[in-house]
């Protein structure tokens, strides 16, 4: 996993302005009581949602809990890598800084 978040430059986009974002290692709890986004397993954000995991439901609710946790559209997070696993990598698109400064404080 990664050990902390790490800021990549997109320039392989058909766009003038290069797309920025920000990669991150999360831990998905699915049956949850309520959505929860934030604490730490080991370098991971936590992310707690209530979906099952059954058929990526709880994969796609955790996309969108860290999506609003950041108040971001949810279509600025993609999954990475780990689609069957509680371990997860996230894409997040957006200002790095703002973004790696916003996962800090949610790990606390």
Do not use: F, N
Not at 20 to 27: D, P, T
Not at 40 to 52: E, F, I, R, W, Y
Request: glycine share 10%.
């Amino acid at each position: 996993m990664l050990s902390t978040c790490t800021s990549t430059v997109d320039t392989h986009l058909v766009s003038d302005a290069a797309a920025a974002s920000v990669r991150c290692a999360i831990r998905v709890t699915p049956g949850a009581k309520r959505a929860i986004v934030g604490g730490s397993h080991g370098d991971a954000l936590v992310v707690k949602v209530t979906s099952p995991a059954i058929e990526g439901r709880a994969t796609e609710a955790a996309l969108v809990a860290v999506a609003k946790a950041l108040g971001l559209r949810p279509r600025a997070v993609r999954l990475v890598s780990g689609a069957t696993s509680r371990q997860k990598v996230i894409e997040i698109e957006g200002d790095p800084g703002v973004i790696t400064a916003e996962i800090d404080r949610l790990r606390g």
